[in-house]
Structure formats: structure tokens, C-alpha cells
């Protein structure tokens, strides 16, 4: 998985469907309050709201004779382990006379790569290392869970087997950005063990239709950045990290693929509360998994992270809407009939949002052009990954 910029969205943050909004409110506003100060037990905090967002038994059920469907339709998109690419594929052999002809040849080629590009590269790597907890959060949905931690229930099969497949992409980044000899890895070691000691806020609270429309818009947005930067890197001279870049990005697009055949699935057996469910995380907009990044000394460094991101075009505003805009299309959201009052309300909000993102996109594109008239111009932040080299942000 990778990274969502949300800070560029102040403005969506509403009130979700659900009559308790106001207790969710105030969880949202403890967790702030407790990210800003690293207080790392932050996931612990809604524990106290989460059973109001429990599915019914009658929504278990569903999930739980998806079973068979899940088997014949989603098992399939993964790739046998025998199949697949593995980090080493990419790597320097250290068995071979030419090990370190070849490491000084990454080396090399690193040089051509700018620090603003290695800021997201780093970002993207370290919010992939994080795997631990996203495996967790998936388990924690209700009726889709691994019981025993080696069930043969499919939905357990997929999410072992999805994690297996994802736990590649941190360790290849890993290892090839380390070769490069331009990054500082002890800070990022130190941030990928912050991050995964902090945890994620999903917003999911074990509901599955929740959950997976967040996998979804994640997957397909880790899709967008991983490959923005392999053409990147190809645009820089460096291949072996376009291709690295790249075949991560194709094992995101299947594995969107994958989450996007279950919500089309329970918009066909329960239309009502998958509506419902679409609409209620994008009024809470998708937390990226990394937004807890901390280096040990840097409160802001997602801040700072994804602002470069969106500066050199790894990952922006646009996209976030034209994923929105997709899934909307994909999910044939504005078809969709057998609504309630409140997913009919959902329904047109969800329609409705694009536009309303693209408005929020003008304002910003012409604050930030005034601001690079004016004194309030971009300024520079020292990033411990690159040795505190300093980067526009």
C-alpha cells in the first residue's frame, strides 16, 4: 500500500451519517490531539466508540456465505509464490565476482536521481514496511477475519496471501535505497518502527464495507504513485529502479482490482449499506496509513512528505479526485437503486463530491500561485532521511 495526501481537503471534514457523529467528532479530535503530541497509543482511543459501528448479524452472515464467491473470484487475481518476482530478481547477487561492480553501479546512477524525488521514494518505501499493521486492520473486519491465524476460510487465504504478495515491495525499496548511498537509514529505520508502533487510523471500526472501500481507493492510489515514480526514475536514467517502481505498481493495480470485485459484490447484495458506507469515508476522507510518519524529531514530516509529493507530481490533489471520480463511475454509483432515505442522501453526496473537490483544487492552485508571488513562498525543511539536506516543501 502507499500513500493519500488528505491535508489538501481541510474543508470535506463533516459530520459522518451515523446519529452518534458527535462522539466520533470527539474521537477524531482525542486522536489529533494525541498524534500531536506522539502519544503512540492513539488506535487505543477509539476503542471506547467502535461498537456502534459493528455490522448487524444479518451482515455477518453475508459476509461469511461470500465465501464460496470470494474462493471462485478473488483467490484467482493472486500469483503462486513460484511465479511471482522477488526483491533479488532487482538486486546485486553477493554470490557473484561482479557484487560490488555492481553495487557502485547503483551507486552511479543514484546521483541522477534529484533529493526531492528520494523523499518520495523513501515515503512510499517506509509507508510499505508498515505491513504489520495493515494486516491487523484487515483482520479486525468483522466476518472477513483469520480466526486462527492459518484458517482456510478464503477470506483468511486472501489476506494472508495479499500480504505475502505486498511484503515484497518494502523489502526491495528497502535494499535498493540503501545501495544508493544517498539516504540516511538509520532515520528511516527509526521512522518505519515509529510508524508501525503508532499504528493506522482507517476509520473503518471492524466494518468490512468500510474496510474495503478504503483498501480499494488505497490500492488504486498506491498504484498512481508507485507508478509516477518509476517514470520518474526512467526520466532520471535510473531502470533498474523504474522497473522496481513499476512491478510494484502492477501487483497494486491487481490487488485493487481484487478490492474493487468485493465492494461491486456488496453493492449487489446490500446496495443500502455499502451507499451508506462509500459515503461515510469520504465525509471522514481517506487517512493515508502512513499519516502518523514521525522521524523521532519531525512533527510534521507527512506534512512535509506529501507537500513534496504533490509539488513534483508523485502524488497529488488531482489524483485523489480522479480516483474518487473513477470508483463513482466503476461502481456505477449514480445507478445504483433499492436506497433508503439515508443511502439516497449518501448517494447524491458521493455523486456530488468530485465537483466539490475540484472547487477546493482552484482555491488551493491559486493560493499557492500567490504565494509564489508573494512572501509566502515555499520554504525549505531539513529531512533527517536525506542527512538533513533540505528540501522545498
Excluded at 459476509?63 to 464467491?69: A, K, T
Excluded at 483467490?75 to 513460484?82: D, F, G, N, S
Excluded at 483482520?139 to 476460510?153: C, I, Q, R
Excluded at 509539488?311 to 461502481?331: A, C, N, P, Q
Aim: charged letters at 25%; one cysteine or more; a neutral charge.
Amino acid at each position: 500500500m502507499a500513500q493519500l495526501t488528505t491535508h489538501y481537503f481541510p474543508s470535506l471534514q463533516s459530520r459522518p451519517l451515523k446519529p452518534n457523529s458527535s462522539l466520533f467528532s470527539f474521537n477524531l479530535h482525542l486522536q489529533h490531539r494525541a498524534s500531536k503530541s506522539r502519544n503512540y497509543n492513539v488506535t487505543r482511543v477509539s476503542t471506547h466508540f467502535q461498537n456502534a459501528y459493528s455490522i448487524e448479524p444479518d451482515k455477518m452472515e453475508m459476509f461469511e456465505s461470500m465465501e464460496g464467491w470470494v474462493r471462485d473470484n478473488i483467490l484467482p487475481l493472486l500469483k503462486p509464490v513460484e511465479s511471482s518476482w522477488q526483491p533479488q530478481d532487482f538486486l546485486p547477487d553477493s554470490s557473484t565476482d561482479e557484487f560490488f561492480d555492481d553495487m557502485a553501479e547503483i551507486k552511479r546512477r543514484a546521483q541522477s536521481i534529484p533529493d526531492e524525488y528520494y523523499v518520495c521514494l523513501v515515503g512510499n518505501m517506509i509507508t510499505e514496511e508498515a505491513l504489520p499493521t495493515y494486516q491487523s486492520m484487515i483482520n479486525s473486519f468483522h466476518g472477513v477475519s483469520d480466526d486462527t491465524g492459518a484458517s482456510l476460510n478464503a477470506w483468511a487465504e486472501w489476506t494472508r496471501s495479499w500480504s505475502a504478495e505486498e511484503n515484497r515491495h518494502g523489502d526491495v525499496l528497502n535494499k535498493y535505497l540503501w545501495l544508493s548511498g544517498r539516504l540516511d537509514m538509520r532515520q528511516i529505520e527509526k521512522t518505519i518502527q515509529y510508524l508501525i508502533q503508532s499504528g493506522m487510523i482507517m476509520h473503518a471500526e471492524h466494518n468490512p464495507f468500510r474496510g474495503f472501500i478504503y483498501t480499494s481507493f488505497q490500492e488504486r492510489a498506491t498504484f498512481v504513485s508507485h507508478g509516477n515514480t518509476a517514470r520518474h526514475a526512467k526520466e532520471k536514467g535510473d531502470i533498474i529502479l523504474a522497473r522496481i517502481c513499476g512491478a510494484v505498481a502492477a501487483d497494486e493495480k491487481r490487488h485493487e482490482k481484487a478490492y474493487t470485485k468485493i465492494v461491486d459484490k456488496l453493492f449487489e447484495l446490500d446496495p443500502d449499506s455499502t451507499m451508506i458506507a462509500f459515503a461515510d469515508m469520504m465525509k471522514k476522507r481517506i487517512t493515508m496509513p502512513a499519516s502518523l510518519m514521525f522521524d523521532g524529531s519531525d512533527h510534521d514530516l507527512f506534512k512535509h512528505y506529501s507537500s513534496v509529493a504533490q509539488r513534483v507530481g508523485v502524488y497529488t490533489s488531482k489524483d485523489y479526485r480522479d480516483i474518487l471520480e473513477w470508483f463513482v463511475k466503476r461502481w456505477d454509483v449514480e445507478k445504483r437503486e433499492g436506497l433508503s432515505g439515508e443511502g439516497r442522501k449518501a448517494q447524491e453526496y458521493v455523486c456530488k463530491l468530485p465537483q466539490r473537490i475540484q472547487k477546493i483544487e482552484e482555491r488551493a492552485r491559486f493560493e499557492g500561485e500567490r504565494k509564489e508571488r508573494g512572501s509566502l513562498s515555499n520554504h525549505l525543511v531539513p529531512f533527517s532521511w536525506l542527512f538533513n539536506r533540505q528540501i522545498m516543501v
